[in-house]
Each structure stands twice: as C-alpha cells, then as structure tokens.
Nanobody, 125 residues
Framework: QVQLVESGGGLVQAGGSLRLSCAASGRPVNEYNIGWFRQAPGKEREFVTAINWGGTMTDYTDSVKGRFTISRDNAKNTVSLEMNSLKPEDTAVYYC??????????????????WGQGTQVTVSS
C-alpha cells in the first residue's frame, strides 16, 4: 500500500500563494490517480482537483479553476498543488488521496483508498 504525507500548508493573506506537496512512499505513485480534497470546519469534505496516473488528465472544481494547478513528478513520487490568488473561502484542511480505480471516480472521496494526514491552509482577509 502507499503512504501519503502532505506538506506546505500555512497562513497566508488573501491574494497570496501556497504550494502543497504530497509525498508518496511504499508504492510508486504512478500506480494511482491522485486527488486533493479539502474540509473546512462544519463542512463536508469536498473535491478540489485530481490528476490521473500518467499526468495526462486533470480536473478541478469550478471554484479553483484558473487559480490552482495540480502536477505530478512520478520520478520523485510526488504530487504538487500550486494555489494562487487565495481567498478566505479556501481556508480548510487539505488532503491528498490515492485511488487505484478508474478516472471516472475522481470526484468521490469514498473511491480513494489511501489518505494523507492533511495540512492546514488558512487565508486571512
């Protein structure tokens, strides 16, 4: 099985940027589609973005399109999430997750088999 560890979260002012990283170990990350989800206090976990195993397909929730970019470096066994023009409503714990199933399941957090511990992102107004 694969283990995932997120890093890069922190406190940033609105309009600022952060880069999150998801480091995989135990199995090659190119065996999995990787998704980023976030969960704010009192809210359900929501899909943010995903990238397929080969890095040829990506998908984003509407609220982050044009601001967030997901990428992967299979040689380094990592997936990154570049977040620009951050807004207070982006505040949440961000999780990366791995799914060995089909790309069609990317929006459903229940389809993902492995999760990191999460990293806090706080955007101040």
């Amino acid at each position: 099985q694969v283990q995932l560890v997120e890093s890069g979260g922190g406190l940033v002012q609105a309009g600022g940027s952060l880069r999150l990283s998801c480091a995989a170990s135990g199995r090659p990350v190119n065996e999995y589609n990787i998704g980023w989800f976030r969960q704010a206090p009192g809210k359900e976990r929501e899909f943010v973005t995903a990238i397929n195993w080969g890095g040829t397909m990506t998908d984003y929730t509407d609220s982050v399109k044009g601001r967030f970019t997901i990428s992967r470096d299979n040689a380094k066994n990592t997936v990154s999430l570049e977040m620009n023009s951050l807004k207070p409503e982006d505040t949440a714990v961000y999780y990366c997750a791995a799914d060995a199933g089909p790309w069609s399941g990317r929006w459903d957090h229940q389809k993902y088999d492995y999760w990191g511990q999460g990293t806090q992102v706080t955007v101040s107004s």
